[in-house]
Protein backbone atom coordinates (compact mmCIF):
# COMPACT_ATOMS: atom_id res chain seq x y z
CA UNK A 1 0.00 0.00 0.00
CA UNK A 2 2.79 2.36 0.79
CA UNK A 3 4.56 2.05 -2.35
CA UNK A 4 1.55 2.79 -4.25
CA UNK A 5 1.12 5.82 -2.41
CA UNK A 6 4.62 6.73 -3.01
CA UNK A 7 3.49 5.85 -6.44
CA UNK A 8 1.13 8.82 -6.59
CA UNK A 9 1.51 12.03 -9.25
CA UNK A 10 4.70 13.40 -7.69
CA UNK A 11 2.78 16.88 -7.86
CA UNK A 12 -0.16 15.89 -6.16
CA UNK A 13 1.32 17.14 -2.50
CA UNK A 14 -2.75 17.54 -1.39
CA UNK A 15 -3.38 14.44 -1.74
CA UNK A 16 -0.62 12.79 -0.22
CA UNK A 17 -0.89 15.08 2.96
CA UNK A 18 -4.64 13.78 3.07
CA UNK A 19 -3.43 10.73 2.71
CA UNK A 20 -0.54 10.80 5.39
CA UNK A 21 -3.33 12.26 7.77
CA UNK A 22 -5.22 9.12 7.10
CA UNK A 23 -2.63 7.11 8.47
CA UNK A 24 -2.25 9.03 11.72
CA UNK A 25 -6.13 8.65 12.20
CA UNK A 26 -5.02 4.69 11.51
CA UNK A 27 -2.85 4.87 14.39
CA UNK A 28 0.38 4.44 11.80
CA UNK A 29 2.23 7.82 12.19
CA UNK A 30 5.41 6.24 11.26
CA UNK A 31 4.19 5.73 7.57
CA UNK A 32 2.83 8.97 7.62
CA UNK A 33 6.09 10.39 8.59
CA UNK A 34 7.65 8.01 6.02
CA UNK A 35 5.20 9.75 3.15
CA UNK A 36 5.93 13.47 4.49
CA UNK A 37 9.81 13.04 4.59
CA UNK A 38 9.42 11.66 0.55
CA UNK A 39 7.47 14.71 -0.04
CA UNK A 40 10.67 16.70 1.03
CA UNK A 41 13.22 14.43 -0.78
CA UNK A 42 11.40 15.24 -4.02
CA UNK A 43 11.86 18.91 -3.96
CA UNK A 44 13.35 20.21 -0.80
CA UNK A 45 13.83 23.68 -2.35
CA UNK A 46 10.04 24.16 -1.86
CA UNK A 47 9.76 25.63 1.66
CA UNK A 48 5.98 24.95 2.06
CA UNK A 49 7.13 21.04 1.99
CA UNK A 50 9.53 21.42 4.99
CA UNK A 51 6.56 23.50 6.41
CA UNK A 52 3.96 20.57 6.36
CA UNK A 53 6.59 18.50 7.94
CA UNK A 54 7.38 20.45 10.49
CA UNK A 55 3.33 21.02 11.21
CA UNK A 56 3.06 17.15 11.37
CA UNK A 57 5.84 16.93 13.85
CA UNK A 58 3.91 19.77 16.07
CA UNK A 59 0.59 17.38 15.90
CA UNK A 60 2.67 13.97 17.03
CA UNK A 61 4.48 16.24 20.27
CA UNK A 62 8.14 16.35 18.39
CA UNK A 63 9.04 20.16 18.91
CA UNK A 64 12.78 19.82 18.08
CA UNK A 65 11.96 18.10 14.94
CA UNK A 66 9.39 20.87 14.53
CA UNK A 67 11.52 23.15 14.65
CA UNK A 68 14.54 21.77 12.49
CA UNK A 69 11.60 21.29 10.01
CA UNK A 70 10.85 24.93 9.75
CA UNK A 71 14.12 26.39 9.99
CA UNK A 72 14.82 24.10 6.74
CA UNK A 73 11.90 26.31 5.39
CA UNK A 74 13.55 29.66 5.99
CA UNK A 75 16.75 27.99 4.78
CA UNK A 76 15.36 27.06 1.22
CA UNK A 77 13.41 30.28 1.25
CA UNK A 78 14.84 33.32 2.39
CA UNK A 79 13.61 35.41 0.68
CA UNK A 80 10.24 35.02 1.40
CA UNK A 81 9.14 36.24 4.99
CA UNK A 82 6.25 33.38 5.04
CA UNK A 83 8.60 30.58 6.17
CA UNK A 84 9.91 32.85 8.91
CA UNK A 85 6.14 34.00 10.16
CA UNK A 86 5.27 30.10 10.50
CA UNK A 87 8.58 29.41 12.58
CA UNK A 88 7.71 32.65 14.36
CA UNK A 89 4.11 31.29 15.21
CA UNK A 90 5.77 27.79 16.53
CA UNK A 91 7.97 29.95 18.82
CA UNK A 92 5.38 31.83 20.39
CA UNK A 93 2.92 28.47 21.08
CA UNK A 94 5.68 27.09 22.35
CA UNK A 95 6.71 29.73 25.19
CA UNK A 96 9.93 30.92 23.22
CA UNK A 97 9.09 34.49 22.81
CA UNK A 98 12.82 35.21 23.45
CA UNK A 99 13.07 34.08 19.54
CA UNK A 100 10.42 35.85 17.99
CA UNK A 101 11.33 39.79 17.54
CA UNK A 102 15.01 38.49 15.19
CA UNK A 103 12.61 36.14 13.06
CA UNK A 104 10.13 39.21 12.66
CA UNK A 105 12.82 41.86 12.13
CA UNK A 106 14.00 39.67 8.90
CA UNK A 107 10.20 38.87 7.73
CA UNK A 108 9.70 42.38 8.25
CA UNK A 109 13.03 43.01 6.19
CA UNK A 110 11.64 41.44 3.11
CA UNK A 111 8.30 42.65 3.23
CA UNK A 112 8.13 46.06 5.25
CA UNK A 113 4.80 46.80 4.71
CA UNK A 114 3.41 43.83 5.17
CA UNK A 115 0.21 44.00 7.62
CA UNK A 116 0.68 40.95 9.37
CA UNK A 117 4.06 41.07 10.28
CA UNK A 118 3.77 45.13 11.32
CA UNK A 119 0.84 43.80 13.47
CA UNK A 120 2.51 40.63 15.18
CA UNK A 121 5.79 43.21 15.57
CA UNK A 122 3.53 46.20 17.55
CA UNK A 123 1.87 42.78 19.69
CA UNK A 124 5.31 41.82 20.70
CA UNK A 125 6.02 45.14 21.86
CA UNK A 126 2.76 45.37 23.57
CA UNK A 127 3.06 42.21 25.54
CA UNK A 128 6.81 43.43 26.35
CA UNK A 129 6.01 46.72 27.55
CA UNK A 130 8.28 48.34 25.41
CA UNK A 131 5.97 49.83 23.01
CA UNK A 132 7.81 52.98 21.85
CA UNK A 133 10.17 50.54 19.88
CA UNK A 134 7.57 49.67 17.75
CA UNK A 135 8.02 49.89 13.99
CA UNK A 136 7.21 53.43 13.32
CA UNK A 137 5.09 52.76 9.76
CA UNK A 138 1.89 54.08 9.13
CA UNK A 139 0.21 50.43 9.11
CA UNK A 140 2.22 50.01 12.80
CA UNK A 141 1.09 52.94 14.30
CA UNK A 142 -2.60 52.46 13.08
CA UNK A 143 -2.80 49.30 14.35
CA UNK A 144 -1.35 49.54 18.06
CA UNK A 145 -4.06 52.91 17.49
CA UNK A 146 -6.55 49.87 16.87
CA UNK A 147 -5.38 47.49 19.40
CA UNK A 148 -5.63 49.85 22.25
CA UNK A 149 -9.34 51.28 20.79
CA UNK A 150 -10.39 47.58 20.97
CA UNK A 151 -9.07 47.65 25.04
CA UNK A 152 -10.65 50.62 25.81
CA UNK A 153 -7.24 52.56 26.33
CA UNK A 154 -9.05 55.60 24.19
CA UNK A 155 -5.96 57.83 25.31
CA UNK A 156 -3.53 55.32 24.16
CA UNK A 157 -5.53 54.88 21.10
CA UNK A 158 -5.41 59.31 20.52
CA UNK A 159 -1.49 59.01 20.64
CA UNK A 160 -0.92 56.20 18.20
CA UNK A 161 -3.80 57.75 15.46
CA UNK A 162 -2.23 61.21 15.57
CA UNK A 163 1.67 59.53 15.24
CA UNK A 164 0.08 58.00 12.11
CA UNK A 165 -1.01 61.22 10.84
CA UNK A 166 2.14 63.43 11.54
CA UNK A 167 4.01 60.69 9.70
CA UNK A 168 1.11 60.52 6.60
CA UNK A 169 -1.48 63.31 6.93
CA UNK A 170 -3.81 61.62 4.73
CA UNK A 171 -4.18 58.37 5.81
CA UNK A 172 -7.90 58.18 5.98
CA UNK A 173 -8.51 55.29 8.62
CA UNK A 174 -6.24 57.26 11.35
CA UNK A 175 -8.52 59.97 10.33
CA UNK A 176 -11.62 58.26 10.36
CA UNK A 177 -10.98 56.51 14.17
CA UNK A 178 -9.14 59.65 15.60
CA UNK A 179 -12.75 62.02 14.70
CA UNK A 180 -15.00 58.91 16.07
CA UNK A 181 -12.94 58.81 18.96
CA UNK A 182 -12.85 63.07 20.20
CA UNK A 183 -16.52 63.15 19.67
CA UNK A 184 -17.35 60.05 21.54
CA UNK A 185 -15.18 61.24 24.15
CA UNK A 186 -15.94 65.07 24.19
CA UNK A 187 -12.78 66.23 22.65
CA UNK A 188 -12.58 69.32 20.14
CA UNK A 189 -15.87 68.74 17.96
CA UNK A 190 -14.54 70.94 15.07
CA UNK A 191 -11.37 68.92 14.56
CA UNK A 192 -13.33 66.07 14.66
CA UNK A 193 -15.24 67.10 12.01
CA UNK A 194 -11.88 68.23 9.56
CA UNK A 195 -10.57 64.71 10.19
CA UNK A 196 -13.66 63.16 9.20
CA UNK A 197 -14.52 65.81 6.03
CA UNK A 198 -10.38 64.68 5.19
CA UNK A 199 -11.47 60.90 5.60
CA UNK A 200 -14.70 61.84 3.38
CA UNK A 201 -12.72 63.26 1.00
CA UNK A 202 -10.20 60.13 0.66
CA UNK A 203 -12.60 57.40 0.98
CA UNK A 204 -15.53 58.22 -0.28
CA UNK A 205 -17.37 55.14 -0.22
CA UNK A 206 -16.46 53.89 3.00
CA UNK A 207 -19.27 53.62 4.84
CA UNK A 208 -17.60 53.40 8.45
CA UNK A 209 -16.46 57.15 7.18
CA UNK A 210 -19.65 58.05 6.60
CA UNK A 211 -20.90 56.66 10.07
CA UNK A 212 -18.47 58.93 12.00
CA UNK A 213 -18.90 62.06 9.60
CA UNK A 214 -22.85 61.75 10.43
CA UNK A 215 -22.21 61.07 14.04
CA UNK A 216 -20.11 64.34 13.90
CA UNK A 217 -23.04 66.45 12.46
CA UNK A 218 -25.77 64.98 14.75
CA UNK A 219 -23.22 66.22 17.71
CA UNK A 220 -23.17 69.29 16.52
CA UNK A 221 -27.17 69.60 15.70
CA UNK A 222 -27.31 69.25 11.98
CA UNK A 223 -29.77 65.89 12.21
CA UNK A 224 -30.43 66.46 8.28
CA UNK A 225 -26.93 66.22 7.13
CA UNK A 226 -26.42 63.42 9.71
CA UNK A 227 -29.50 61.43 8.10
CA UNK A 228 -28.26 61.62 4.62
CA UNK A 229 -24.57 59.93 6.47
CA UNK A 230 -26.24 57.40 7.74
CA UNK A 231 -28.14 56.51 5.31
CA UNK A 232 -25.47 56.29 3.07
CA UNK A 233 -23.32 54.27 5.14
CA UNK A 234 -26.20 51.75 6.14
CA UNK A 235 -26.78 51.21 2.36
CA UNK A 236 -23.57 49.94 2.41
CA UNK A 237 -23.74 47.86 6.23
CA UNK A 238 -27.57 47.16 6.19
CA UNK A 239 -27.00 44.98 9.42
CA UNK A 240 -25.34 47.22 11.43
CA UNK A 241 -27.34 47.81 14.46
CA UNK A 242 -24.95 50.80 15.88
CA UNK A 243 -25.85 52.81 11.92
CA UNK A 244 -29.17 51.55 12.68
CA UNK A 245 -29.48 53.26 16.01
CA UNK A 246 -27.81 56.84 14.77
CA UNK A 247 -30.18 57.03 12.22
CA UNK A 248 -32.92 56.57 14.56
CA UNK A 249 -31.44 58.73 16.74
CA UNK A 250 -30.73 61.60 13.92
CA UNK A 251 -34.82 60.94 12.73
CA UNK A 252 -35.78 61.09 16.51
CA UNK A 253 -34.19 64.25 17.16
CA UNK A 254 -35.29 65.87 13.77
CA UNK A 255 -38.97 65.19 15.09
CA UNK A 256 -39.60 62.20 12.21
CA UNK A 257 -41.04 59.75 15.18
CA UNK A 258 -41.91 57.01 13.28
CA UNK A 259 -38.86 56.96 11.17
CA UNK A 260 -37.12 56.72 14.48
CA UNK A 261 -38.95 53.80 15.51
CA UNK A 262 -38.09 51.92 12.78
CA UNK A 263 -34.96 52.14 12.98
CA UNK A 264 -34.20 52.06 16.69
CA UNK A 265 -36.15 49.18 16.87
CA UNK A 266 -34.26 47.22 14.15
CA UNK A 267 -31.30 47.97 15.75
CA UNK A 268 -32.24 46.31 18.77
CA UNK A 269 -33.29 43.41 16.65
CA UNK A 270 -30.26 42.87 15.31
CA UNK A 271 -28.09 43.19 18.69
CA UNK A 272 -29.68 43.70 22.20
CA UNK A 273 -26.33 44.53 23.48
CA UNK A 274 -24.52 47.13 21.07
CA UNK A 275 -22.94 50.53 22.90
CA UNK A 276 -25.80 52.56 22.50
CA UNK A 277 -28.37 49.89 22.97
CA UNK A 278 -29.74 51.50 26.44
CA UNK A 279 -30.20 54.69 25.09
CA UNK A 280 -32.20 53.48 21.88
CA UNK A 281 -34.72 51.68 24.77
CA UNK A 282 -35.01 55.15 26.26
CA UNK A 283 -35.60 56.73 22.94
CA UNK A 284 -38.30 54.03 21.99
CA UNK A 285 -39.92 54.62 25.82
CA UNK A 286 -40.49 57.91 24.20
CA UNK A 287 -42.08 57.21 20.78
Keep these: MLQKVRNLDKGDV ?27 RENPEESNRHIILGHFYVSRNLPDKAEEAYIKAT ?12 LAGFYE ?38 IEKAPQ ?19 LAEQYYRKTLEINPDFAPAANNLAYILTSQGGDINEALMLAKKAKELLPD ?13 KKGLYESAIVEFSD ?32 ERALSLDGNFDGAEDAREMLKTL
Aim: hydrophobic letters at 40%; glycine letters at 4%; aromatic letters at 8%.
Design 137 to 155: QTRSLMMLGALYEQKGELD
Design 206 to 218: DPSVMDTLGWIYY
Design 233 to 264: SLEKLPDNPTIHYHLGAAFYQNGESTNAKIQL
Design 75 to 86: EVDSKNPTPYMV
Design 14 to 40: NSRVRMARLYVNLGKADIAEDLLADLV
Design 93 to 130: RSGQIEKLLPIYETALALNPEDAQILTAIAQYHLRQKD
